[in-house]
């Protein structure tokens, strides 16, 4: 039979395996067609986006001239016409900055994303800012006096000039500032952050409206502040006769206007944008040595950035030298796009894997060529478009997009998994008949085998009628052999199994009985802030704490009593509950603790507990109310740990002793009330049993009445509750993820001050 099943499918299988490699043959050419055409598009659509660049920052230079003549014929008609009658008030660096720490001052001062400042982390941190003001940051020393108020009396109205300008284009102004040469720099909005030593005279763009005297523009670079791609544009602020009084400048944000979204394509989130710039060696060491003096704002921890670097080998160079290419001069990124979301690259590169690939894009962009190649970048395949979008001082200055080749073909990849999944289906296809050719062979071995899956197959059915609730569950058991031995094992299992719930289903009776018998709430008493709080370690435990209102005494008196029973469980849980029967049927028998609590012990040595005890914190307050006199304390303590008591006024701890046995060992012990009148008010009492400083945390060490009392010092100065929350919280913290071994019960008591 298996000869002739195999004669019949392997032919079958030849023929579909020839068709599988035309199939992949075909697959092979659409793939490469798609590839070629898709790259075809990628170019056109890169080169577009960067022909659209040079058009939008055309614009943008247009709107900046247009915004900074306005600024400056206002700036120079207040510095020489007449002095204002009217002052406005403008702060210096540190006023602002008082007013910003403060948090009043007559200017709204608010954390701004716009001019948010990237950190050394690489992340952002919003810089307050204030548009209701500008700040003056004085940079000269020596400046005159008389001098500088009455150029604060004449610029201070320019707020409203900076405030309509920048309402005008809102979304696209950063900064907007006045630099005049006897020494005051002016800014918009106001802010208190500038680097130490700031001398805004000696940055490019003032030394080159100055010297141009006319209004220039610089090329697109990332602000070294917010990292965003700003263009300064900069005019200089001229006097009677000509003579220089300043530069006033405007920073336009050209940040979205390079945004790799702006492609509207699918590989666009993962493109790349920089801006690049070409200068001959000599002067880019002037550059250099220009923004090593000047354009290197300080950071949070005092340093500058380094300057920008050329197009990289992936060769690591001193600041000084200059690139190695062959042409006679270096091309050099100005600013990356993304920086401001990759923040801790302080020195872009582009750092091709062949020096000739490197080469043909320099020479490209050194002659103002435009162009779209493909070259290996960081060990990663990359499609590079450039183009040129302004110019600086004469030299080019060229957007580069750079995007992987592997995003850019990912349609072409999906059209070949579509492929292989359709070719996979027709193979399946081709494994179905195989099946049913089969499917003979598996019913003779179904049927041969039915008489020994059976038993397995009735074992697993009543396996899922038991884990469903059925209890009465059985197997059939007509077999001597393993699988008779494994029915007649589950038979005896399910009714020790419905025995196992009927006990948990006791014990859970049997905790919320006991749970019944703790107090439901603190009594509310006047002078007395009072919390309890009980956690058992198993389903029932042998801690114990109640509250009972003795009338006895007067109508707001109550005893507080804290109790711990060897051991755990049902026992403990009896024990427990008897005791608590006893102390409140004798509370209010007049005569002393002692008395009391004798009797107690007599009955409880007669109950049929042998062999366990219950150590008992028996505490009575009285004169809670007193201002300035002492607290008196009645307590008895049988077997207890004393009573904890923190007195904030003086920062120390007492503790309430007594020196009685546990109840339930000496049927004819005599036990002594103890008194005491060293608390005061605010005082705090804490009553708890070993549970708390026996807790132990996962590397076996106790949490000590050390740590406890530490902790009530921290709480003290909250409610009672919220200090029993505190010392819980703590033990649950200490113990971590080991399981809890013992029953936590504290009572706290507050003392009203």
Same mark, same amino acid.
């Given at each position: 039979?298996?000869?002739?099943?195999?004669?019949?499918?392997?032919?079958?299988?030849?023929?579909?395996?020839?068709?599988?490699?035309?199939?992949?043959?075909?697959?092979?050419?659409?793939?490469?067609?798609?590839?070629?055409?898709?790259?075809?598009?990628?170019?056109?659509?890169?080169?577009?986006?960067?022909?659209?660049?040079?058009?939008?920052?055309?614009?943008?230079?247009?709107?900046?001239?247009?915004?900074?003549?306005?600024? =400056?014929?206002?700036?120079?008609?207040?510095?020489?016409?007449?002095?204002?009658?009217?002052?406005?008030?403008?702060?210096?660096?540190?006023?602002?900055?008082?007013?910003?720490?403060?948090?009043?001052?007559?200017?709204?001062?608010?954390?701004?994303?716009?001019?948010?400042?990237?950190?050394?982390?690489?992340?952002?941190?919003?810089?307050?800012?204030?548009?209701?003001?500008?700040?003056?940051?004085?940079?000269?020393?020596?400046? #005159?006096?008389?001098?500088?108020?009455?150029?604060?009396?004449?610029?201070?109205?320019?707020?409203?000039?900076?405030?309509?300008?920048?309402?005008?284009?809102?979304?696209?102004?950063?900064?907007?500032?006045?630099?005049?040469?006897?020494?005051?720099?002016?800014?918009?909005?106001?802010?208190?952050?500038?680097?130490?030593?700031?001398?805004?005279?000696?940055?490019?763009?003032?030394?080159?409206?100055?010297?141009?005297?006319? +209004?220039?523009?610089?090329?697109?670079?990332?602000?070294?502040?917010?990292?965003?791609?700003?263009?300064?544009?900069?005019?200089?602020?001229?006097?009677?006769?000509? =003579?220089?009084?300043?530069?006033?400048?405007?920073?336009?944000?050209?940040?979205?206007?390079?945004?790799?979204?702006?492609?509207?394509?699918?590989?666009?989130?993962?493109?790349?944008?920089?801006?690049?710039?070409?200068?001959?060696?000599?002067?880019?060491?002037?550059?250099?040595?220009?923004?090593?003096?000047?354009?290197?704002?300080?950071?949070?921890?005092?340093?500058?950035?380094?300057?920008?670097?050329?197009?990289?080998?992936?060769?690591?160079?001193?600041?000084?030298?200059?690139?190695?290419?062959?042409?006679?001069?270096?091309?050099?990124?100005?600013?990356?796009?993304?920086?401001?979301?990759?923040?801790?690259?302080?020195?872009?590169?582009?750092?091709?894997?062949?020096?000739?690939?490197?080469?043909?894009?320099?020479?490209?962009?050194?002659?103002?060529?435009?162009?779209?190649?493909?070259?290996?970048?960081?060990?990663?395949?990359?499609?590079? +478009?450039?183009?040129?979008?302004?110019?600086?001082?004469?030299?080019?200055?060229?957007?580069?997009?750079?995007?992987?080749?592997?995003?850019?073909?990912?349609?072409?990849?999906?059209?070949?998994?579509?492929?292989?999944?359709?070719?996979?289906?027709?193979?399946?296809?081709?494994?179905?008949?195989?099946?049913?050719?089969?499917?003979?062979?598996?019913?003779?071995?179904?049927?041969?085998?039915?008489?020994?899956?059976?038993?397995?197959?009735?074992?697993?059915? =009543?396996?899922?009628?038991?884990?469903?609730?059925?209890?009465?569950?059985?197997?059939?058991?007509?077999?001597?052999?393993?699988?008779?031995?494994?029915?007649?094992?589950?038979?005896?299992?399910?009714?020790?199994?419905?025995?196992?719930?009927?006990?948990?289903?006791?014990?859970?009776?049997?905790?919320?009985?006991?749970?019944?018998?703790?107090?439901?709430?603190?009594?509310?008493?006047?002078?007395?802030?009072?919390?309890?709080?009980?956690?058992?370690?198993?389903?029932?435990?042998?801690?114990?704490?109640?509250?009972?209102?003795?009338?006895?005494?007067?109508?707001?008196?109550?005893?507080?009593?804290?109790?711990?029973?060897?051991?755990?469980?049902?026992? =403990?849980?009896?024990?427990?509950?008897?005791?608590?029967?006893?102390?409140?049927?004798?509370?209010?028998?007049?005569?002393?603790?002692?008395?009391?609590?004798?009797?107690?012990?007599?009955?409880?040595?007669?109950?049929?507990?042998?062999?366990?005890?219950?150590?008992?914190?028996?505490?009575?307050?009285?004169?809670?109310?007193?201002? #300035?006199?002492?607290?008196?304390?009645?307590?008895?303590?049988?077997?207890?740990?004393?009573?904890?008591?923190?007195?904030?006024?003086?920062?120390?701890?007492?503790?309430?002793?007594?020196?009685?046995?546990?109840?339930?060992? #000496?049927?004819?012990?005599?036990?002594?009330?103890?008194?005491?009148?060293?608390?005061?008010?605010?005082?705090?009492?804490?009553?708890?049993?070993?549970?708390?400083?026996?807790?132990?945390?996962?590397?076996?060490?106790?949490?000590?009445?050390?740590?406890?009392?530490?902790?009530?010092?921290?709480?003290?100065?909250?409610?009672?509750?919220?200090?029993?929350?505190?010392?819980?919280?703590?033990?649950?913290?200490?113990?971590?993820?080991?399981?809890?071994?013992?029953?936590?019960?504290?009572?706290?008591?507050?003392?009203?001050?």
């Amino acid at each position: 039979m298996i000869v002739l099943l195999l004669t019949a499918v392997l032919p079958m299988l030849a023929v579909r395996a020839v068709q599988a490699v035309s199939i992949f043959r075909l697959q092979n050419r659409v793939a490469d067609d798609m590839r070629e055409r898709l790259n075809r598009e990628a170019e056109q659509d890169m080169q577009r986006t960067v022909d659209g660049y040079a058009h939008s920052l055309d614009q943008v230079g247009r709107l900046g001239h247009a915004l900074l003549k306005i600024q =400056a014929g206002e700036v120079e008609q207040r510095l020489i016409g007449p002095s204002p009658r009217e002052r406005i008030d403008v702060p210096g660096v540190e006023q602002f900055l008082q007013n910003e720490q403060a948090g009043d001052g007559p200017w709204k001062i608010e954390p701004s994303e716009r001019h948010a400042m990237v950190t050394d982390a690489g992340e952002l941190q919003p810089l307050s800012i204030s548009y209701d003001t500008q700040v003056v940051y004085r940079f000269d020393d020596e400046l #005159d006096d008389d001098a500088a108020r009455d150029t604060l009396a004449r610029l201070g109205s320019m707020t409203r000039v900076y405030r309509e300008l920048h309402d005008t284009v809102d979304d696209i102004i950063l900064w907007q500032y006045t630099t005049l040469e006897l020494g005051l720099h002016f800014s918009y909005p106001g802010k208190s952050a500038f680097p130490v030593g700031y001398k805004p005279i000696e940055k490019d763009w003032y030394e080159r409206a100055a010297q141009a005297q006319r +209004a220039i523009s610089s090329r697109p670079y990332v602000d070294a502040s917010t990292g965003q791609l700003v263009i300064t544009f900069a005019q200089p602020v001229m006097g009677r006769g000509r =003579a220089l009084m300043g530069v006033t400048a405007i920073d336009l944000r050209v940040s979205r206007l390079l945004d790799p979204a702006a492609i509207n394509t699918d590989w666009a989130d993962q493109a790349k944008v920089i801006v690049v710039a070409s200068y001959p060696a000599l002067e880019v060491e002037r550059r250099r040595q220009r923004a090593d003096r000047n354009n290197r704002p300080a950071r949070s921890d005092g340093t500058a950035p380094r300057p920008q670097r050329p197009l990289s080998d992936g060769v690591e160079r001193p600041p000084n030298v200059v690139s190695d290419t062959s042409f006679p001069a270096d091309v050099y990124i100005a600013a990356d796009v993304q920086q401001q979301q990759s923040a801790g690259e302080d020195n872009p590169t582009v750092a091709f894997d062949s020096d000739q690939e490197r080469a043909l894009v320099s020479e490209d962009l050194l002659n103002g060529v435009h162009g779209v190649r493909r070259a290996m970048i960081d060990g990663q395949d990359r499609m590079i +478009a450039y183009g040129q979008i302004g110019s600086d001082e004469g030299r080019p200055i060229f957007a580069m997009i750079i995007a992987p080749t592997e995003t850019i073909q990912k349609p072409a990849e999906l059209a070949i998994a579509q492929v292989n999944e359709d070719l996979t289906s027709s193979l399946v296809n081709t494994g179905g008949i195989l099946i049913l050719l089969l499917l003979g062979v598996f019913l003779m071995a179904y049927l041969l085998s039915f008489q020994l899956t059976r038993p397995i197959v009735d074992l697993a059915n =009543a396996s899922r009628r038991v884990a469903e609730g059925d209890l009465d569950a059985r197997v059939k058991v007509n077999r001597r052999d393993e699988l008779g031995q494994l029915g007649e094992a589950f038979n005896e299992m399910v009714p020790a199994l419905r025995d196992r719930m009927k006990i948990r289903e006791s014990l859970a009776v049997a905790m919320q009985v006991q749970q019944s018998l703790l107090p439901a709430k603190a009594p509310k008493m006047p002078g007395l802030d009072i919390a309890g709080h009980s956690e058992y370690c198993d389903e029932t435990g042998g801690d114990y704490y109640d509250f009972i209102e003795l009338d006895r005494l007067g109508p707001d008196t109550v005893a507080i009593a804290v109790g711990d029973v060897t051991g755990h469980g049902i026992a =403990a849980a009896l024990l427990m509950a008897t005791g608590r029967a006893l102390i409140r049927s004798h509370a209010n028998t007049t005569g002393s603790l002692g008395h009391v609590f004798t009797q107690v012990n007599k009955q409880l040595c007669d109950s049929e507990f042998t062999g366990r005890f219950m150590t008992l914190m028996y505490l009575i307050v009285q004169n809670p109310g007193a201002v #300035d006199g002492p607290v008196t304390a009645r307590f008895l303590s049988a077997g207890h740990d004393p009573v904890v008591v923190y007195r904030p006024s003086e920062d120390r701890f007492l503790e309430l002793e007594g020196n009685d046995i546990p109840l339930g060992i #000496d049927v004819g012990w005599e036990y002594r009330e103890e008194t005491s009148d060293a608390l005061r008010p605010g005082d705090v009492l804490v009553v708890g049993t070993d549970g708390i400083w026996e807790c132990f945390s996962p590397q076996d060490e106790q949490f000590g009445k050390d740590r406890m009392r530490e902790v009530i010092r921290q709480a003290s100065s909250g409610s009672a509750e919220s200090i029993a929350q505190a010392i819980s919280t703590a033990c649950k913290q200490w113990r971590g993820p080991r399981e809890q071994n013992d029953d936590i019960t504290l009572v706290v008591v507050k003392l009203d001050a």
